[in-house]
Every structure is written in C-alpha cells, then in structure tokens.
C-alpha cells in the first residue's frame, strides 16, 4: 500500500530537549516535505527537498532541521524545542512539483 | 505576503445543494493549483488539480474553475453530501521550486 509514515503520532516533551519525528515514504518519491499546521494559519511550508540531499527552507523553518539520506526518508529534528513549536506535523510526498501531495497521518507535538 | 488567499474560513451549505469554495493568488508564476481536502486527525488528501493553460477541469462531483484574469479559482461541489464535510485547502507550488503555499482552508459543513 503507498503510503507516507509518520512516528511518533503524539508526543509530549519538554522545552530544549532535542527530538526527531521521523518520516518514510514507500513510492519512490522526488520529492518530500514539512508542514506544520495551526488554528486560522492553515498549513504552513517548514522544509522542502527536492531529491536526496537537496532541501531548502519553506516559509518557517526556524527551529527546525532535515536531512535527506536517503530517497524514501525526511526526518524533521527539534534541537532545542520550544513552547511555539507546538503543534500539528506533516509530512508529505510527491512525484513532481505539480503532482498531488501524499500526506502522513500527522504528529501532534506538545512543547511544555 | 501570502500568495494564495482563502478568504472565508467556514461555508454551511445543505446536502444536495452546491458548495462554492473560493480562492484567490497574487503571483501569476503559478502553473498549477491543487485542492486538498482534510478531515479532522487525518491528513489532507488530494482533491483535484488543474493546470494554468485551462480554465475548467472536472472530476465527478468536483469541478475547478480558474480565472486567470482576476486570479482567482473556485471548487464547486454538486451535489453536496454530509461526507463532504472537511477542510478545503487551496495550494500552489511556483515554477521554480517546492516552496508550496497553501490557503488558511475553508471549513465545509454540509447539513444533511
């Protein structure tokens, strides 16, 4: 089944602790990205990469990093997370720029 | 400077009728728009695309309308059912690159 995986699903850390949300993609996708999504923001660019080890900054990538290893994964890394960083994840993956986007199920992230 | 706009927030139509969900662009370097359809604790899904060169583009029940001249598109929805209840979101990737924008959505309650 294609899909897009996401882990954890929730997670609830504390200010400064570093931590990574890891995502997999089984189609053989060009291209990957981050979201993130608030109340009256809607979804929100954080990073994107193009193939493996290109990726460039969406509109708010402050406070995140990414790498792209290897084709089928995105991790998004939190080193020093903060309060407004809480928040509704995604990751998704695409074929090509114009094609649709396969989005996770989401990671809700809890910064106290 | 958001570059895609979603200017209503919620739209309550009743089954059966038509839903209209609108969205506005400011940059005409777009090529192509597509519309994503979220429920509550999923991600969003792919709707239905449609390419800068064409000014309709239809899918079932699902029919994208784009103006390029007043830079605007439109979803309509006929006829509305209660399981099209969600989130719509209108996005747009640039020509040159990932950094895909997406509107703040349109919540769309169809009453049965």
């Known amino acids: 089944e294609a899909q897009v995986t996401q882990n954890p699903r929730y997670l609830i850390t504390v200010t400064g602790k570093k ?17 993130r999504q608030d109340p009256g923001l809607g979804l929100r660019q954080i990073y994107y990469s193009m193939n493996v080890e290109v990726t460039d900054k969406g509109d708010v990538p402050e406070g995140y990093k990414v790498s792209r290893k290897e084709k089928r994964n995105f991790p998004l890394i939190l080193e020093s997370p903060s309060p407004n960083q809480t928040s509704l994840y995604f990751c998704a993956s695409s074929f090509g720029m114009n094609t649709e986007a396969f989005f996770g199920q989401g990671t809700r992230l809890t910064v106290v | ?39 509550p604790a999923e991600g969003p899904t792919f709707l239905i695309s449609i390419s800068s060169i064409k ?36 996005a747009a990737p640039p020509r040159s690159n990932y950094k895909l924008t997406f509107g703040k959505g349109t919540l769309l309650t169809v009453n049965p």
Not at chain 2, 6 to 32: A, K
Request: proline residues 3%; aromatic residues 16%.
């Open chain 1, 19 to 35: 931590l990574t949300v890891t995502c997999s993609q089984n189609m053989n996708h060009e291209y990957m990205s981050w979201y």
């Open chain 2, 55 to 90: 000014d309709k583009n239809e899918d079932g029940r699902f029919t994208v309308f784009l103006n390029k001249s007043a830079k605007h598109l439109s979803l309509h929805i006929v006829p509305s059912q209660p399981g099209d209840s969600a989130v719509y979101f209108c």
């Open chain 2, 1 to 39: 400077d958001q570059q895609v706009k979603q200017n209503s927030p919620s739209l309550r139509v009743q089954e059966g009728r038509i839903s209209i969900l609108n969205c506005d662009y400011t940059n005409s370097m777009f090529d192509y728009f597509l519309w994503y359809k979220k429920y």
